[in-house]
């Protein structure tokens, strides 16, 4: 395993990190969960990413029990806050109600007095963002959170959120974005900004909802079981779906060959050769899925590949910034 600070702070954490989107206390049950956690730390992975609505709650308690007992100090555990988690009108947003109850709600569930970043899952148009920034730092002043992070926030949104930090003295480090070969909406903008102030990006979906492993082929219907049978990853799935982009992840195996990895470690490799990138998060329903993908770890690709990359996918890559939006 490699590792890379985190923005322009001290945190360091593994460029690849294990998240439990869509897995853990949902779609795999808590003995494979386990086993799946037990195979990242067995492959390096210090850094652990949930969120509070992941599985309605569910994926923070698999994900303390599944860390219990491990040395707290060796471990980066991440989590977010934004979407709703029960049904009153304080239960979901930017609100400092929700953050601060929603805070107290993930440090027990992941059986944990403090995490290592704390994200906002979305930019909340509705609660003033001084509001927002003064209620992460009062948790960081508490203890309870070291660092402070963002998730699929614009730029512009980036850079305010970032001169109210300065002014609290918050350390907003990092944002987490969608990002892969079929999806660059973060370059024009996000990226940037997040450069000029010091903000990583911790990747999701490197591997575009598992469509860069190659496995949904054009014209045929999709594997039994995989995420795009699945009825909430299927949503997720479906525009990377489209017979031209499984044609194109097709023409991409005699790259993945040449430099001696599998399609699924190439994308991974992909992402991380974008020097603000801190860290690709990778999930998974079976413990070999995590060992196949930590080997994309370190992997320098060269100038040639990644233009050979972009020769193949031309004419399918999203790159408008205007999807980065809070629905």
């Given at each position: 395993m490699e590792f890379r600070r985190l923005g322009r702070s001290g945190l360091t954490i593994s460029e690849i990190s294990y998240g439990n989107w869509l897995t853990h206390g949902s779609q795999v049950e808590e003995e494979q969960a386990q086993a799946c956690v037990r195979a990242a730390l067995d492959a390096g992975i210090t850094t652990f990413d949930t969120a509070d609505v992941y599985a309605g709650t569910r994926a923070e308690s698999v994900l303390g029990r599944a860390l219990?007992?491990?040395?707290?100090?060796?471990?980066e555990i991440f989590t977010k806050v934004f979407w709703p988690t029960g049904t009153g009108e304080n239960d979901r947003g930017l609100g400092r109600k929700h953050i601060i109850e929603s805070a107290n709600a993930s440090l027990k569930?992941?059986?944990?007095?403090?995490?290592?970043l704390y994200q906002a899952h979305r930019f909340d148009r509705t609660v003033p963002l001084e509001e927002t920034m003064l209620a992460f730092a009062d948790l960081v002043r508490q203890g309870k959170v070291l660092y402070v992070g963002v998730s699929e926030w614009t730029g512009e949104q980036i850079t305010r959120g970032a001169a109210i930090a300065r002014e609290l003295n918050v350390p907003l480090i990092s944002n987490q974005p969608q990002y892969s070969m079929l999806w660059r909406v973060i370059e024009d903008q996000v990226v940037p900004a997040s450069e000029r102030e010091g903000i990583s990006q911790i990747v999701w979906s490197p591997i575009?909802?598992?469509?860069?492993?190659g496995k949904y082929l054009p014209g045929q219907q999709p594997p039994s079981g995989s995420r795009a049978t699945d009825e909430s990853g299927s949503r997720m799935i479906a525009g990377f779906?489209?017979?031209?982009?499984?044609?194109?992840?097709?023409?991409?195996?005699?790259?993945?060959?040449?430099?001696?990895?599998?399609?699924a470690q190439l994308a991974v490799a992909w992402v991380l050769q974008n020097p603000n990138v801190a860290s690709a998060i990778v999930g998974a329903s079976r413990p070999e899925q995590v060992t196949?993908?930590?080997?994309?770890?370190?992997?320098?690709?060269?100038?040639?590949?990644?233009a050979k990359i972009d020769a193949v996918l031309d004419g399918v890559v999203e790159t408008d910034p205007r999807q980065t939006r809070t629905p």
């Open positions: 219990a007992g491990e040395r707290r100090e060796g471990l569930r992941l059986q944990t007095d403090y995490v290592d575009a909802q598992g469509v860069l492993t779906m489209r017979d031209e982009v499984l044609e194109k992840v097709q023409q991409l195996r005699p790259i993945a060959d040449e430099v001696g990895l599998s399609l196949e993908n930590v080997k994309a770890a370190g992997v320098k690709l060269g100038e040639e590949i990644m």
